[in-house]
C-alpha cells in the first residue's frame, strides 16, 4: 500500500469536525484536564513554522490525556484587536472588521489543516462584542473597586503620525515606522493599579509549576527592593526624597541626580542659576524613550543645578545636584543619591564632572574603579558606621534615620501602574463617560457592551486623541448617574485587556448572562498546562494574573492563580541559524511543507527538531527522515500478524518504549520520545513481523504525534472504534528491564574483559563467569586470589598477588 498522506489527513480531519471528536463537555463528574495555548494575533501573513511548535506539544497533551480517560478542554480563538490591523485598514480603506474576519478565516483553515484537536465549538474572538461585553464587565468592577483611575503622565508623541507611541516603538528619539521626531507630551491616561497586588504576584510564584526562567522574569519585573526612603535636605527648603536598598552607604552619597521632569526643577526656577541650560536639557531627554535613558552602555549626560544644593543626612554637608535622563520620574521619587565609589554608573558620572568619590565598604581600588562586590564587606569612613558589617550597618542606619526623622523601612517595586489607554480605534471601547458634575461615571452593567461605532476614517485625530473623538453623535451621551450631558471616554484598551482573561471563557464561551458560569469556572479553572512564548513571560502573564486574582478577591473564580504550570518553547530559525523573517527571506510557509510531505510529518519534524525549550533551525534534510519514519510505520501493515500478546522478542522493548514515550511527553522531551519510537521500528523491522498487540501499542504511542496516519492504520488493521477512543498503554517495571547487562571484568583494577550477565545473576554466578574468561584465566596462573568484588550489574574485580 502507499502512504497517500494527503488523502487520509483530509479523510480524518473532516470526520473529527463532522463528529466533533474533540469537543470537551462539561461533564463535571469526569476528571477535567485544561490545556492551554496562547491564542494568535491573527495577521495578514498567515502561520508561520513557530506557531505550530507550541501548538503541536500541547496537542500531544491533550491527546494523550483523552487517551488517559480524562475531559480534555483544548481550545482556540483569536487576540483579534490592535495596531497592525487598524494600520492595514487605513492603508486599505478597508474596515477593521473585515480584515479580521479575512485573517481569522485564514489562520483557522491552517491550524485545521494541521490536525490540532481544538475544541472549535468553544472558539472565541476578542473583537466579537459578546467577548469584550465581558472584557468591559471586568474593567467596570476594577474601576468600582479604585483599581482604574485616570492620570496625568508622559507620554511619547510622534510628530509625524500625530499619536501616542509605546517605548517599544522609539528607537533614537524618532517613531519607528515613519521616522519622525518623537517628542514627550502630559496626557491624561486610564491607569490600572496593579502594584496593589505586586507582592501577592511575587509570593504566589511559590505556588504554582513554573519553569524558572519563566519564574525569574516575573520576579524582575515586579522588581521587589527592600531598603529605605530617605529625606536628604536643599538649600531650597525642601526635602528631596530618595528609595535606596543601601543606606549603609549614605555617607559616600556625594551628589544626588534627578530626574529631567521632576517637578522641583519648576518650583526651583527662580533660585537656579543656569535655567537656560537646564531647559534645554530638558528638551534633549523629552526625545529619547525610556530604554535609550536607562542604558547602561551610553554616555552619561547631565547638568548641575547651579543655586540649589543638597544636604546629606549623616554628614549635614552639602552636595551638588544634578539632571540626568538616565534617572526617571516613573521610577521610585525621580530622584537618587549617587555613590560613585561602590555604583559604576556613579562612577562614570563622577569621574566625567569632577566629582569627590569616597570609599565606605572596604575592598578594592575606587580610584581606578568603582568596588561593586560589596554586598559584605566591613564600613569604613562612615562615621558612626566605622567597623560594622554590611548587614550590622543597613540595620543601625535605618533604625537611626527613623529615630531621628529623616527616613523610614520601605520596600520598593520596580512596577509601575498599568497604562490601560490607547488612543485608537480598533479595541474595545472603554465604558466610562464624563460628566462636569459627577466626574467619571460608569456604563451601567445592563447597557454593556459599549459598541464600536462604525465610521468613515480611522485616522488619528492629529491632536493626541482617538479616532472615535470626531465621532460627536456617539462621544455626546447623558450621565448615568444624574441624567444630564455628559461624553464618552475615547480612548480604547489595549490588546493586553482581551487576553488578559481568554482563559476564562473558554470554560463557557456561549454564557450571555456572565463571563461564564461559576460551576464552569470552578471545574475548569485552573489551567492544568500553559505553554507559549518567552516573550510573553512579563507582560501578558503577569497582566493575567493580576485580573485572575481580582476576580479571585470578588468571588468570580475560586483559585487565586489562573494557571498551574507554564512552559515556554524555544523559536525555529532560518537554516543559517538566523531568526526568521521576510527582510532575510528565509521564512518557511508551513502551507508548503504540508503540501510536500503531509501534517503529520512536519508535526512530527517540529517535534523532533531538538530540545523543545531550545531554539532550533530548520533542515529539510531532517524533514525528509521524519517522512521516511512514517512510511516505514505505514508498511508495518504489510508484515502485520496474529497476536493477542507482546512476542518473547519485542516484550521488553516495548515496555521500555511505553515508559519513554509516557515520561517524555510530560517532560517536553518529545524529541526524545520520536527518537525511542524510531528504536522500536528498527527493531521490529529485524524481526520482519509485528503482531496485532504490538501494533495496536504503537500506535496509540504514535497517535498523539502523527494522528491521521495513526488512525487510518487503526481502521485498515481493523482494530475497531476510533483509535482516539482506546486507552494509553501501560508499561510492567519489571519488564523495562534488560535481560543481560554488560559488566565488565577486572583484575587488580584493570579492566580486561566485558561480558554480558543475566540481570538476576548472583555473585557466585557472576564471579564463575569472570574466571572463565581466556584474558583472567592467563592473569591468575600462579597466583592467590586475595578478594573478590562483585558490583551488581556493573563489575566484577578479582585481586591477585
Not at 489607554?421 to 459627577?438: D, K, L, N, T
Not at 516484550?651 to 515508559?659: A, F, L, V
Amino acid at each position: 500500500m502507499k502512504y497517500d498522506f494527503a488523502a487520509i489527513e483530509k479523510k480524518w480531519q473532516d470526520i473529527w469536525d463532522e463528529k466533533n471528536v474533540f469537543a470537551a463537555h462539561n461533564d463535571y463528574s469526569k476528571p477535567k484536564y485544561y490545556a492551554l495555548v496562547e491564542f494568535p494575533y491573527p495577521s495578514g501573513q498567515g502561520l508561520h513554522v513557530g506557531h505550530p511548535r507550541s501548538y503541536t506539544a500541547l496537542d500531544i497533551v491533550s491527546r494523550k490525556r483523552r487517551l488517559q480517560g480524562y475531559n480534555v478542554l483544548y481550545p482556540m480563538g483569536w487576540d483579534a484587536f490592535g495596531l497592525p490591523t487598524e494600520n492595514y485598514a487605513i492603508k486599505n480603506h478597508i474596515h477593521p472588521e473585515i480584515v479580521t474576519k479575512q485573517n481569522v478565516a485564514r489562520f483557522k483553515q491552517q491550524l485545521k489543516s494541521l490536525g490540532l484537536s481544538f475544541d472549535w465549538t468553544r472558539e472565541i474572538n476578542t473583537t466579537d462584542p459578546s467577548y469584550y461585553k465581558w472584557t468591559q464587565w471586568i474593567f467596570l468592577q476594577l474601576f468600582k473597586h479604585g483599581l482604574a483611575y485616570k492620570k496625568e503622565m508622559s507620554v511619547n508623541w510622534c510628530t509625524g503620525c500625530k499619536v501616542v507611541l509605546a517605548n517599544e516603538e522609539v528607537v533614537g528619539g524618532v517613531c519607528e515606522r515613519c521616522g519622525s521626531e518623537v517628542v514627550h507630551r502630559v496626557k491624561s491616561q486610564w491607569m490600572l493599579k496593579i502594584t496593589e497586588y505586586a507582592q501577592r504576584l511575587i509570593d504566589d510564584l511559590d505556588t504554582v509549576n513554573y519553569i524558572d526562567r519563566v519564574k525569574v522574569s516575573q520576579r524582575n519585573w515586579i522588581g521587589r527592593s527592600t531598603g529605605a526612603q530617605v529625606d536628604f535636605g536643599t538649600t531650597a527648603g525642601d526635602l528631596l526624597t530618595v528609595f535606596t536598598t543601601r543606606a549603609d552607604t549614605l555617607y559616600g552619597a556625594t551628589y544626588m541626580v534627578i530626574s529631567p521632569e521632576h517637578p522641583y526643577i519648576d518650583a526651583w526656577a527662580d533660585k537656579i542659576q543656569n535655567m537656560d541650560e537646564v531647559r534645554s536639557y530638558q528638551e534633549q531627554a523629552a526625545k529619547k524613550s525610556d530604554f535609550e535613558r536607562t542604558e547602561m552602555a551610553k554616555d552619561k549626560t547631565g547638568v548641575r543645578l547651579q543655586g540649589v544644593n543638597g544636604i546629606n543626612p549623616v554628614t549635614n554637608e552639602e552636595i551638588p545636584i544634578f539632571i540626568s535622563d538616565y534617572v526617571l520620574m516613573s521610577y521610585g521619587t525621580g530622584a537618587i543619591m549617587a555613590v560613585p565609589a561602590h555604583d559604576t554608573r556613579d562612577w562614570e558620572f563622577a569621574k566625567k564632572f569632577g566629582l569627590p568619590i569616597v570609599e565606605v565598604v572596604k575592598g578594592g581600588n575606587v580610584n581606578e574603579e568603582a568596588f561593586t562586590d560589596c554586598e559584605t564587606g566591613i564600613m569604613v569612613n562612615s562615621g558612626m558606621l566605622d567597623g560594622l558589617s554590611v548587614e550590622q550597618a543597613k540595620e543601625k542606619i535605618i533604625k537611626w534615620l527613623a529615630e531621628n526623622g529623616k527616613g523610614e523601612p520601605k520596600v520598593n517595586y520596580k512596577l509601575r501602574d498599568w497604562v490601560f489607554s490607547r488612543q485608537r480605534y480598533w479595541g474595545e471601547p472603554i465604558p466610562i463617560v464624563y460628566c462636569e458634575h459627577c466626574g467619571y461615571v460608569p456604563m451601567e452593567e445592563k447597557d454593556l457592551p459599549l459598541t464600536l461605532p462604525e465610521v468613515e476614517s480611522y485616522e488619528p485625530t492629529g491632536d493626541g486623541e482617538s479616532p472615535l473623538a470626531a465621532i460627536t453623535d456617539w462621544v455626546n451621551t447623558t450621565c448615568p448617574k444624574c441624567g444630564g450631558p455628559a461624553k464618552r471616554e475615547t480612548d480604547t484598551m489595549p490588546q493586553w485587556a482581551g487576553s488578559s482573561w481568554y482563559f476564562m471563557r473558554y470554560c463557557d464561551p456561549h454564557n450571555d448572562s456572565e463571563l461564564a458560569s461559576k460551576e464552569a469556572l470552578d471545574y475548569w479553572l485552573p489551567v492544568d498546562w500553559y505553554n507559549g512564548g518567552m516573550e510573553h513571560t512579563t507582560l501578558h502573564l503577569l497582566y493575567s494574573r493580576f485580573w485572575h486574582k481580582f476576580l479571585y478577591d470578588i468571588g468570580i473564580v475560586s483559585t487565586p492563580e489562573p494557571y498551574a504550570k507554564r512552559t515556554s518553547h524555544g523559536m525555529i530559525l532560518g537554516e543559517n541559524g538566523e531568526k526568521m523573517s521576510k527582510s532575510r527571506g528565509n521564512v518557511v510557509n508551513p502551507d508548503e511543507i504540508i503540501k510536500e510531505y503531509g501534517a503529520d510529518t512536519m508535526r512530527l519534524y517540529e517535534m523532533f527538531i531538538g530540545d523543545f525549550e531550545k531554539s532550533a533551525p530548520w533542515s529539510p534534510s531532517s524533514i525528509k527522515g521524519c517522512k521516511r519514519f512514517l512510511e516505514r510505520i505505514f508498511n508495518l501493515l504489510d508484515i502485520l500478524k496474529d497476536g493477542e500478546s507482546y512476542s518473547k522478542d519485542l516484550e521488553s522493548s516495548i515496555h521500555k518504549t511505553i515508559k519513554k514515550v509516557s515520561e517524555d511527553i510530560e517532560n517536553l522531551k518529545f524529541n526524545t520520545a520520536i527518537a525511542a519510537m524510531m528504536t522500536l521500528l528498527n527493531e521490529i523491522s529485524d524481526q520482519k513481523a509485528i503482531n496485532k498487540a504490538e501494533l495496536k501499542t504503537l500506535l496509540i504511542l504514535l497517535n498523539p504525534f502523527a494522528p491521521h496516519l495513526t488512525e487510518e492504520m487503526w481502521e485498515i488493521g481493523g482494530f475497531g472504534g476510533m483509535l482516539n477512543e482506546q486507552k494509553w498503554p501501560v508499561y510492567d517495571e519489571s519488564k523495562c528491564n534488560d535481560a543481560q547487562i554488560e559488566v565488565a571484568i577486572q583484575v587488580n583494577g584493570k579492566i580486561k574483559a566485558r561480558i554480558l550477565m543475566d540481570t538476576d545473576c548472583t555473585q557466585e554466578q557472576a564471579l564463575a563467569l569472570a574466571k572463565e574468561q581466556a584474558a583472567v584465566k592467563e592473569l591468575l596462573i600462579g597466583k592467590t586470589i586475595v578478594k573478590e568484588i562483585y558490583v551488581k550489574g556493573k563489575l566484577v574485580n578479582i585481586v591477585a598477588k
